[in-house]
């Protein structure tokens, strides 16, 4: 085939292939970026939390009386639920993991970094007493549990519990790592900013996530400082972890009792926490599949503008073709000569395509913070819009390789 000859052609009528390929261009640019986000909102949503989700609920209560007595029904909530049988462990605790409530400062192993502008490490603080680790199903890699001498009962605000801070700390992996990089954080003094004040981590667990994060704020989900205090009330959040099969069971009990046991305040939600896990990662899987959905429909726009493009071709060029196939031509040779026009056309597109795909990859990257788009997904998308454009002609060039000589002649 004279291809010298094909771009010829395809440059006389220019108008046309050029709108293809600027279409190819931008769908392959969308397709690459839009798999991409796609693929990291989906790691996000289906990272490892290190919490015990399938055996786990919480409960929120709040008070409705000036005079309720916050610490002493904290002390009978946590004895009720602890004495029932199929229950592995209770606790307060601050804010509920895998919900987007969170309380961070900032931590150093040198009080002087806390010092800089922005010094320090994030850590996302949860306070509960010393069953918190067995109610959450974390696990203890290094160190000890808190005492149970060493949980601090509950202060009259959250300044004050910051005021009065803890003297010895639990941490998450990820949080010691940071702060401490050579690998040496248990018992070592971290200290933290805003307060002046400084505790010993006592414990190191594998791993906890607040919650699902895009992967440039990490650091808020995984570096997690475990403290043995009871938080602020009046109003009150406790963990509750039931040994294997049993969580339903014993919800529909605590629900039936638990808001009786306590003049003054009332159940204000009740929730098995693989649900809140689930809740809390619907936005990222939403938009996971809006995302796709609206990219689908952005290669369907293109199939169709490369369909519409070679069956405008065949229809103007009936006499053409069947000419052709009078002086010797095949079905074959008329169907290549489809399947190469479209290939040029798309490559034109993909060129351009890759171009815009690798600056829209550098402008996301520098907006979000988030690794550079990998190159196999151009690749990808590169092979994707080669077989597509490929199926898309087929029809119509099927359709031409189908025109006889003598219908040509007909049409003239």
């Known amino acids: 085939m004279e291809i010298r000859a094909l771009l010829s052609a395809l440059w006389r009528n220019k108008t046309g292939p050029l709108l293809v390929a600027a279409q190819v261009a931008l769908t392959l640019a969308v397709v690459v970026n839009v798999a991409y986000i796609v693929q990291q ?110 949980v601090i009962p509950p202060a009259a605000d959250f300044a004050a519990a910051m005021a009065a801070w803890v003297p010895e700390i639990i941490v998450t992996q990820a949080f010691a790592n940071k702060v401490f990089p050579k690998g040496d954080a248990l018992g070592k003094t971290v200290y933290t900013g805003l307060i002046n004040k400084s505790a010993v981590i006592v414990g190191i667990v594998a791993q906890m996530r607040a919650n699902p994060m895009p992967s440039q704020y990490d650091q808020f989900a995984s570096q997690i400082v475990l403290l043995p205090a009871i938080a602020p009330g009046p109003d009150g959040q406790y963990i509750v972890r039931t040994k294997p099969g049993q969580r339903d069971a014993l919800m529909a009990q605590v629900e039936k009792n638990f808001a009786d046991l306590q003049p003054g305040r009332f159940v204000e939600r009740m929730e098995a926490l693989d649900r809140t896990a689930e809740d809390a990662r619907q936005e990222y899987r939403s938009s996971a599949i809006i995302l796709s959905v609206a990219t689908f429909f952005v290669v369907m726009v293109t199939i169709v503008g490369i369909v519409g493009l070679a069956a405008f071709s065949v229809a103007s060029r009936t006499k053409q073709l069947g000419t052709r196939r009078a002086i010797g031509a095949r079905k074959y040779h008329i169907l290549r000569y489809f399947l190469v026009e479209n290939w040029i056309i798309t490559t034109g597109g993909v060129v351009l395509g890759c171009l815009l795909a690798l600056a829209a990859g550098v402008q996301l990257s520098s907006m979000y913070q988030v690794p550079r788009l990998p190159l196999y997904y151009l690749v990808g998308g590169v092979l994707m819009l080669w077989v597509v454009g490929l199926l898309a002609v087929l029809i119509p060039a099927l359709r031409a390789a189908a025109i006889s000589p003598a219908v040509a002649t007909r049409t003239v």
């Not at 989906?42 to 990272?47: E, G, P, R, T, V």
């Not at 922005?118 to 005492?147: C, H, M, P």
């Open 41 to 150: 909102k989906l790691q996000d949503a289906n990272k490892p939390t290190g919490l015990d989700l399938n055996n786990v609920f919480w409960i929120a209560t709040e008070a409705i009386t000036a005079d309720y007595n916050y610490p002493a029904a904290v002390k009978a909530d946590l004895a009720y639920l602890n004495s029932l049988p199929g229950v592995v462990a209770a606790s307060t605790v601050n804010n509920v993991p895998q919900t987007h409530s969170m309380s961070n400062m900032p931590f150093a192993a040198d009080p002087q970094t806390l010092l800089n502008p922005n010094g320090g490490e994030s850590g996302t603080l949860y306070f509960g007493t010393d069953k918190l680790i067995d109610a959450l199903g974390l696990k203890l890699v290094a160190g000890r549990n808190f005492a149970a001498s060493t």
